[in-house]
């Protein structure tokens, strides 16, 4: 199949031209999208087709292209969407990155640093196919200096599946910063048992 690019180029007389990303027709666009699939240096017409792209069902083309594609221009290309006020697009854009956990690896100091608690809130869900102990490391991090109690508890959540024994002292000192915070000491203590081996 042909490389489809986001613009036209010249079709022989008589012959069907093939969709691009700038198509007006959604279906074409879907086409184009899944054509690119696999195609490293399709990732900056795929990243500009997302940025305008208001069609779920392209959007999740788009995205697929992109975690075939892989590598780190693909996460850098999806992680904007993180941002975004759609909660499908954010959940498209969280589940394509956690396909590329090597890629993203990198990203996740930035990520938790964020100015906006929403996309530290989103991060924390970037860790859970990453290898147990940098998820635990990057995690543990975040909690160390992350003063939302919302951020907290995603990450604990997250912790409390993937996480190792080195997050312990991290989720003992949480318990005492937070111990005002009601839900979150509960949370901690059910991180710290299913770590520990001790749940049930």
Do not use: Y
């Amino acid at each position: 199949m042909p490389l489809i690019r986001g613009r036209r180029g010249s079709v022989a007389p008589g012959a069907t031209p093939p969709p691009v990303l700038d198509d007006p027709d959604p279906e074409s666009r879907w086409a184009a999208a899944r054509a690119l699939a696999g195609q490293a240096d399709a990732v900056p017409e795929l990243a500009a087709a997302l940025r305008h792209e208001t069609v779920p069902r392209v959007r999740e083309a788009i995205l697929t292209s992109l975690m075939r594609i892989g590598g780190s221009a693909s996460a850098e290309a999806i992680v904007p969407c993180l941002r975004s006020e759609d909660a499908g697009l954010r959940a498209a854009a969280i589940e394509a990155l956690q396909a590329l956990p090597s890629a993203i690896a990198p990203m996740m100091a930035q990520l938790f640093s964020d100015p906006e608690t929403d996309v530290r809130l989103l991060a924390t869900e970037l860790a859970r196919n990453m290898k147990a102990s940098d998820a635990t490391r990057l995690l543990c991090d975040l909690i160390e200096h992350e003063p939302h109690p919302n951020v907290c508890a995603a990450a604990i959540e997250v912790l409390a599946e993937v996480g190792t024994p080195e997050a312990l002292p991290v989720l003992e000192r949480c318990s005492v910063r937070f111990a005002l915070t009601p839900f979150l000491p509960f949370a901690i203590s059910m991180a710290i048992a299913r770590i520990s081996g001790a749940e049930g």
